[in-house]
């Protein structure tokens, strides 16, 4: 499996199913990756920790613009605070691009296990103050 780097890729050299996943992932999970990997055309690691948000953006919405992207998956280690912004980007991809392709959200769990993350779960996450109300009542 060949891993590029989205940053410094081409933005016409995504296409068909694109897998975004945290640079770390397959250092943390090889098995994961692996396996999330057999579905997707293309697989591309993001490191948050060392690029803006605002330019991994920037360029997936230039990739998203070609036409080319049929799917878009994002992948990271849950507990990540790095990694959970990656999942954040679907909310600028759905602002300034109304009609885009289907977005999927998964975390590897600690125990390895990729859990798909509903777009509510990660409008909450981003919440503090709605989740802190609720943890209350809890």
Known sequence: MEIKQLTTT?????????LVCGACLGEVYPEALRE???????????????????????????????GKVTHLTFASVDRSPHCTQMHYIRHEIERSMPEHVPIEDIVISA?????????????????????SRMVDQA
Do not use: W
């Not at 057999?38 to 490191?47: P, Q, R």
């Not at 991994?56 to 990739?63: C, G, P």
């Not at 125990?111 to 981003?126: C, F």
């Open 10 to 18: 081409n933005v016409y050299s995504f296409e068909g199913k694109v």
């Open 36 to 66: 999330l990997a057999t579905d997707a055309d293309g697989v591309y690691a993001l490191c948050l920790e060392v690029t803006h948000i605002n330019m991994a953006v920037t360029k997936i919405l230039a990739m998203l613009s070609t």
């Open 111 to 131: 125990a390895g296990e990729p859990v798909r993350v509903p777009a509510e779960a990660i409008e909450l996450s981003k919440t503090l103050s709605k989740l």
